[in-house]
């Protein structure tokens, strides 16, 4: 990543940073920048040292936006970045963060969404809740164990839960699957897509089985066959899709 150190002039409207026209390729006229304090972005980036979980590489962009978002919340006790953002590409609708915090009940979610949206132009779902209430939600919810199943934190993590049956928990997840039979014509492939997956990983909970994504979509083109993931997510999936589905 280019860097350049500078100093902040003061101008008559606004104060200025001058940079000097022979420089390094990175800086090109009309390139968004990030100013920061040296001593305060030194010390940051030698704190910052993030725990990947089963996750093995991640485009530069992707990298710098989740140290940004590590930054922004260093007060809380960690920060957990998971879903379809760590997948390859940039074809992700949002970024799911989950902030660890004894005080998450103080933690405004809407206002810390908003600062990233105008900060970084992307859409974050966050999620703050103890780490007792974590341990919580992934021993009863196949969706939460899901989401955690790949990661990355601001500290290591290492969640060690046993599986809990919460019937009425998973018969909601599934009236929201319902939603697909009853309303096929209507909703989008890639809503589609959610709620077989939303079937899927309660289906595999109920069986003993280890939730991951991978996990999901395989049992998923093994229900419907090869390549069915994609024929849901673009809406081509027909009739033979719906009564599989309504049977399941």
Same mark, same amino acid.
């Given at each position: ?5 500078? =100093?902040i002039? #003061?101008g008559?409207?606004?104060?200025q940073?001058?940079?000097? =026209?022979? #420089? ?11 100013v920061?304090?040296? $001593?305060?972005?030194?010390v ?9 979980y089963?996750?093995s /590489?991640?485009e530069?962009?992707?990298?710098m ?11 809380s ?5 998971? &879903?379809? !953002?760590?997948e390859? &590409? ?15 009940? &103080?933690?405004?979610?809407?206002s ?6 105008? $900060? ?7 999620v703050?809740?103890?780490f007792k209430v ?20 601001k ?9 809990e ?5 998973l ?14 014509? !209507?909703?989008? &492939? ?8 939303n ?8 069986? /003993?089985k =280890?939730?991951?994504? $991978? $996990? ?5 083109? #093994? ?9 849901? =997510?673009?809406?081509?999936?027909? #009739? ?9």
């Amino acid at each position: 990543m280019v860097m350049l150190v500078s =100093k902040i002039s #003061r101008g008559t409207v606004m104060d200025q940073i001058y940079i000097p =026209k022979e #420089r390094v390729p990175g800086l090109e006229v009309g390139t968004a920048v990030l100013v920061e304090p040296v $001593a305060e972005m030194a010390v940051s980036k030698q704190k910052l040292k993030p725990y990947y979980y089963n996750v093995s /590489g991640l485009e530069p962009v992707k990298v710098m936006i989740i140290e940004e978002i590590f930054r922004y919340l260093e007060s809380s006790d960690n920060v957990i970045i998971a &879903g379809s !953002f760590l997948e390859p &590409g940039f074809h992700f609708e949002d970024i799911d963060v989950i902030v660890v915090t004894a005080k998450f009940r &103080g933690v405004d979610a809407r206002s810390i969404s908003r600062h990233f949206l105008a $900060a970084l132009g992307i859409k974050v779902q966050i999620v703050a809740i103890s780490f007792k209430v974590l341990l919580k939600g992934i021993s009863t919810d196949p969706l939460f164990e899901m989401l955690v199943s790949r990661f990355v934190s601001k500290k290591r993590v290492i969640f060690r839960t046993k599986r809990e049956m919460h019937f009425k928990l998973l018969d909601l997840h599934l009236l929201k699957s319902k939603m697909l039979s009853d309303n096929f014509e !209507f909703l989008s &492939g890639r809503e589609k897509y959610k709620l077989t997956r939303n079937m899927i990983a309660v289906s595999l909970f109920l069986t /003993g089985k =280890k939730l991951s994504t $991978a $996990a999901v979509n395989g049992e998923i083109e #093994r229900q419907f066959g090869k390549d069915s993931i994609e024929l849901i =997510k673009e809406n081509k999936a027909g #009739r033979d899709f719906l009564i599989k589905y309504k049977s399941l």
